[in-house]
């Protein structure tokens, strides 16, 4: 699986847009892009994912750059309850290859502020 | 629906000790996985599964051992506790190896 690099810690002011960033300049064309969330200690929660287009759920909203060497994890009105730490995960979803359980990184610890 | 269940919440061993960390899953999903967390770190990758009667090491096997009897048990085991296997850990699975995974709400182990 790829390798991510995303920064250790971000601040956001309540009501405002959360904006997240991945680097995965090494990934391949079988390889999708997942977003998790890990609220003070309890187990990750799955928030999005997406290969080449961008994709929007009732969490959230994932953008990928056209050559996805980068994607950004959009949270539109961040809440006090936002205040996570954020794993990208780069990885394959079918075929062979790669890993077959998502393995995480430090990520992105995220705090929301009033 | 349950989800994915641990227990116990929190446990306290003493060297040596050896003790069962149960995993339950009712969503029918052929992926388990077992993750430990330390303070300020991410997720490690124990062991996984990919099915019943099928297992395979993570990055960190080292002191445990899994089995994987029915689809819906996956318990990690710790033959010989050590403090420095002292840490958070989760149990998650999957549907697929594309889905997403849904983790349980994790186990405190505490080594003294």
């Known amino acids: 699986d790829a390798k991510t690099t995303q920064p250790p810690s971000m601040d956001c002011a309540e009501g405002r847009a959360a904006n997240l960033p991945c680097n995965h300049s090494?990934?391949?064309?079988?390889?999708?892009v997942y977003w998790y969330r890990q609220i003070h200690s309890q187990g990750p929660q799955y928030i999005i994912h997406?290969?080449?287009n961008n994709e929007t759920n009732e969490m959230a909203s994932l953008i990928i750059t056209e050559d996805r060497k980068s994607s950004t994890l959009i949270l539109p009105h961040a809440t006090l309850r936002d205040t996570a730490v954020y794993y990208c995960?780069?990885?394959?979803?079918?075929?062979?290859?790669?890993?077959?359980?998502?393995?995480f990184g430090r990520g992105t610890s995220l705090i929301v502020h009033p | 629906n349950a989800g994915v269940t641990q227990t116990p919440k929190f446990q306290v061993l003493k060297t040596g000790q050896s003790m069962t960390l149960q995993c339950a899953q009712d969503?029918?999903?052929?992926?388990m996985s077992w993750y430990r967390q330390d303070p300020g770190m991410g997720l490690r990758l124990i062991h996984y599964?990919?099915?019943?009667?099928?297992?395979d090491q993570g990055e960190v096997p080292n002191g445990y051992n899994v089995s994987r009897s029915t689809t819906e048990d996956f318990p990690l085991r710790l033959l010989s506790a050590a403090p420095s296997q002292t840490s958070v850990y989760f149990c998650?699975?999957?549907?697929?190896?594309?889905?997403?995974?849904?983790f349980g709400q994790g186990t405190r182990l505490t080594v003294v």
């Open positions: 997406g290969l080449k």
């Open positions: 995960i780069v990885r394959v979803g079918t075929g062979s290859g790669g890993s077959y359980i998502p393995t």
């Open positions: 090494t990934i391949s064309g079988n390889e999708y």
């Open positions: 599964s990919v099915g019943a009667g099928i297992t």
């Open positions: 998650a699975s999957s549907y697929s190896r594309d889905g997403e995974a849904f």
């Open positions: 969503m029918n999903h052929e992926y």
